[in-house]
């Protein structure tokens, strides 16, 4: 593989990063979580990327073997938004990543999803899709829940404004650790990659199994580089009908305030339940399975085709995928 294409005051800020952390419910061992009422989808108000990330990007992608392996600080080389803002609390810092993912990867037996949590485990439903060329990180879930019940399961979407997270022109912000993150197209990344109309998208990053990641934008028909450009759609789209009313679920129209408001419609769009496809690039002219970032939902990937290793934290190399998960329902 070519593993690279090139003052709030103080009371309220400490408030604030207390309710962010993650944790179980009242009662559950963790700290309280936030008891977002909200139940209705909003424009997102994105915070001007004006701000120089503290420190210089550090990153490298090198193909060793049956491994790629990426290092990074996570720090990006484009411009951010700034942080803290009303929405998120935190600032961004430099990280540590080691991760080493499969430079041959396959497709699994069986389909992995990201909006899951492993028995015994508190935190976020969810794991890091995959990492950007730049070595920030694809993370699109959110730890906020309907009431604060993650029980019921009604996890907001960070891209349907139900509640303000503070999401900048690259539709990112910063988790309690200092961890920058894309939830949705990374805008100013993109537009570094020369993403252009009437080519295929560069590769924009990879994926937690070891599979490409695209934008966009690709051929016409999979197999055929001479067919044409199109902007590639999502097989998903909205549910029908309302949700539970309380206290089985928040009520109202599925409007995509919610992760669970959307369901996967076999060729509605152009790619498969992990918003992928087996298809011809420029990067690859004998065929890979590759995922496309869309400008629908859910604009990140939130399944795997492969088996994902796990890009958390810090120093360590990721471990081997944890859960099969649940398809969004």
Same mark, same amino acid.
């Given at each position: 593989?070519?593993?690279?294409?090139?003052?709030? #005051?103080?009371?309220?800020? $400490?408030?604030? @990063?207390?309710?962010?952390?993650?944790? =179980?419910?009242?009662?559950?061992?963790?700290?309280?979580?936030?008891?977002?009422?909200?139940?209705?989808?909003?424009? @997102?108000?994105?915070?001007?990327?004006?701000?120089?990330?503290?420190?210089?990007?550090?990153?490298?992608?090198?193909? *060793?073997?049956?491994? #790629? &392996?990426?290092?990074?600080?996570?720090?990006?080389?484009? @411009?951010?938004?700034?942080?803290?803002?009303?929405?998120?609390?935190?600032?961004?810092?430099?990280?540590?990543?080691?991760?080493? #993912?499969?430079? /041959?990867?396959?497709?699994?037996?069986?389909? $992995?999803?990201?909006?899951?949590?492993?028995?015994?485990?508190?935190?976020?439903?969810?794991?890091? +899709?995959?990492?950007?060329?730049?070595?920030?990180?694809?993370? !699109?879930?959110?730890?906020?829940?309907?009431?604060?019940?993650?029980?019921?399961?009604?996890?907001?979407?960070?891209?349907?404004?139900?509640? !303000?997270? =503070?999401? /900048?022109?690259?539709?990112?912000?910063?988790?309690?650790?200092?961890?920058?993150?894309?939830?949705?197209?990374?805008?100013?990344?993109?537009?570094? #990659?020369?993403?252009?109309?009437?080519?295929?998208? !560069?590769?924009?990053?990879?994926?937690?199994?070891?599979?490409?990641?695209?934008? @966009?934008?690709?051929?016409?028909?999979?197999?055929?580089?001479?067919?044409?450009?199109?902007?590639?759609?999502?097989?998903? &789209?909205?549910?029908?009908?309302?949700?539970?009313?309380?206290?089985?679920?928040?009520?109202?129209?599925?409007?995509?305030?919610?992760?669970?408001?959307?369901?996967?419609?076999?060729?509605?769009? &152009?790619? /498969?339940?992990?918003?992928?496809?087996?298809?011809?690039?420029?990067?690859?002219?004998?065929?890979?399975?590759?995922? +496309?970032?869309?400008?629908?939902?859910?604009?990140?990937?939130?399944?795997?085709?492969?088996?994902?290793?796990?890009?958390?934290?810090?120093?360590?190399?990721?471990?081997?995928?944890?859960?099969?998960?649940? *398809?969004?329902?």
């Amino acid at each position: 593989m070519n593993p690279r294409a090139p003052c709030l #005051l103080a009371c309220i800020v $400490t408030s604030i @990063l207390i309710a962010q952390r993650p944790g =179980g419910p009242p009662g559950a061992g963790g700290p309280p979580m936030r008891q977002h009422r909200a139940k209705e989808a909003a424009a @997102l108000t994105l915070v001007p990327a004006t701000e120089k990330p503290p420190g210089e990007n550090e990153v490298r992608i090198l193909r *060793r073997g049956p491994s #790629l &392996d990426i290092t990074s600080n996570a720090l990006p080389d484009h @411009l951010v938004g700034r942080f803290p803002n009303r929405g998120n609390p935190h600032h961004i810092e430099a990280q540590r990543y080691d991760f080493r #993912l499969p430079a /041959d990867p396959q497709p699994a037996a069986q389909t $992995t999803w990201l909006h899951t949590q492993p028995a015994g485990e508190r935190g976020p439903p969810n794991m890091p +899709f995959g990492i950007a060329l730049n070595g920030v990180l694809f993370d !699109p879930g959110t730890a906020e829940f309907w009431q604060g019940d993650r029980a019921l399961g009604w996890n907001y979407e960070a891209l349907g404004g139900a509640v !303000p997270l =503070g999401l /900048d022109a690259s539709h990112a912000h910063v988790q309690p650790g200092g961890v920058y993150h894309y939830h949705g197209l990374p805008t100013l990344l993109m537009d570094q #990659l020369g993403l252009a109309a009437d080519q295929h998208s !560069p590769l924009i990053g990879w994926a937690a199994d070891g599979f490409p990641i695209y934008a @966009l934008r690709g051929y016409k028909d999979p197999q055929d580089p001479a067919s044409g450009m199109k902007t590639l759609r999502s097989s998903y &789209d909205l549910k029908p009908g309302e949700r539970p009313r309380p206290p089985k679920g928040p009520g109202g129209p599925h409007d995509g305030a919610f992760v669970q408001d959307y369901v996967f419609i076999a060729g509605h769009g &152009d790619l /498969d339940e992990c918003n992928g496809r087996f298809c011809v690039t420029p990067d690859f002219p004998r065929g890979v399975y590759a995922y +496309f970032l869309t400008a629908e939902w859910p604009v990140i990937p939130r399944a795997f085709r492969g088996t994902p290793v796990v890009l958390r934290g810090a120093g360590g190399p990721g471990g081997p995928g944890r859960g099969k998960g649940s *398809r969004p329902r």
